[in-house]
Structure formats: structure tokens, C-alpha cells
């Protein structure tokens, strides 16, 4: 199995700055695509950012200029800057990664974190 661990959330004043990070751990052999996504109260899940093994990146309208993801493809984790806070970027947060466990087998498993609360707050 796999298991992804988040971590870095908390309370935030708006124009403030967390830095979220999600490390993949269990029987990988290795990772596509890492991305983060969130969720806030009453509305569905929805993209943050991704980015590819090789470093390609998408980042939804709402993360473009204030937040910025990363990887570290030697120690399966993915990070996630975010600058400039505001109120709407309270939710939580989820990461997500396609992830290949077996040599001879050519699939990827799509895998959740079990999510980090992000409350932008004055």
C-alpha cells in the first residue's frame, strides 16, 4: 500500500504564507504526477496544482502568481508554497499522486491524503 502524509496547515492571517508538504511512503517504485487539491465547506473538491516527474506544472486561475509547487522526486515529497492568502483560500487540503509500485507492472494507482486545514483568518 501506499500512504501520503500531509502536513503544514494551520491558521493564517490573509496576505500570509504556509508552506504545505506531502510525503508518499509504502511500496512505490515510482511517481508520476504529485498534485495538491482543496476542498472548502459546501463546495466540491477542486485543483491546486501539479506537477509531473519531470517537472512539468499546472496551476488553477485562482494559485497563479501567489502559490508555488515543488517536488522531490528522492524522497517522494511534494510541496506546496502558498503567498498571499486570502479568506478563499480557506479549505482543506489534499494531496494527491499516481503512483507505479511494481517494477513489472506498468499501472498507476491513484492515491489520496487524508488532508491539511488551511483557515485564512484575521
Known amino acids: 500500500q501506499v500512504q501520503l502524509v500531509e502536513s503544514g496547515g494551520g491558521l493564517v492571517q490573509p496576505g500570509g504564507s504556509l508552506r504545505l508538504s506531502c510525503a508518499a511512503s509504502?511500496?512505490?517504485?515510482?511517481?508520476?504526477?504529485m498534485g495538491w487539491y482543496r476542498q472548502a465547506p459546501g463546495k466540491e473538491r477542486e485543483l491546486v496544482a501539479t506537477?509531473?516527474?519531470?517537472?512539468?506544472?499546472t496551476y488553477a486561475d485562482s494559485a497563479k502568481g501567489r502559490f508555488t509547487i515543488s517536488r522531490d522526486n528522492a524522497k517522494n515529497t511534494v510541496y506546496l508554497q502558498m503567498n498571499s492568502l486570502k479568506f478563499e483560500d480557506t479549505a482543506v487540503y489534499y494531496c494527491?499522486?499516481?503512483?507505479?509500485?511494481?517494477?513489472?507492472?506498468?499501472?498507476?494507482?491513484?492515491?489520496w491524503g487524508q488532508g491539511t486545514q488551511v483557515t485564512v483568518s484575521s
Open positions: 494527491n499522486a499516481d503512483v507505479r509500485q511494481w517494477r513489472f507492472d506498468l499501472r498507476y494507482r491513484n492515491y
Open positions: 509504502g511500496r512505490i517504485f515510482t511517481i508520476n504526477a
Open positions: 506537477i509531473t516527474s519531470g517537472g512539468s506544472i
